[in-house]
């Protein structure tokens, strides 16, 4: 697969946290109750948006940066039987540094 978002986006893949299958309660939660993770892997980036000069400004973030990001940010899409965000790099809220 290769992909090359515009501007200012980037191709972000979701990554699973702890997946428990039981609330503290003991009630077990089906997948489709479960909240997506907001924790993911850029696995594309673009260029980076024009500003008023009429040159890019650099992204901060970089393939293979791991990143929180909001609960409804981006778009999803499915490429290749995958599934993954595309978003603004402004929706992304952090990046995380081990």
């Not at 309660?25 to 924790?39: F, L, N, V, W």
């Not at 993911?40 to 500003?51: L, P, Q, T």
């Amino acid at each position: 697969m290769k992909i090359k978002p515009l501007h200012d986006r980037v191709v972000i893949e979701r990554l699973d946290e702890s997946t428990e299958q039981k609330s503290s309660g003991g009630i077990i939660i089906p997948d489709t109750a479960k909240e997506k993770p907001q924790r993911g892997r850029v696995v594309a980036v673009g260029d980076g948006a024009f500003n008023e000069q009429g040159s890019r400004n650099k992204l901060d973030v970089k393939v293979g940066n791991e990143v929180l990001f909001g609960k409804y940010a981006g778009n999803e899409v499915k490429i290749d039987g995958a599934e993954y965000l595309i978003m603004r790099e402004n929706e992304i809220l952090a990046i995380i540094e081990k």
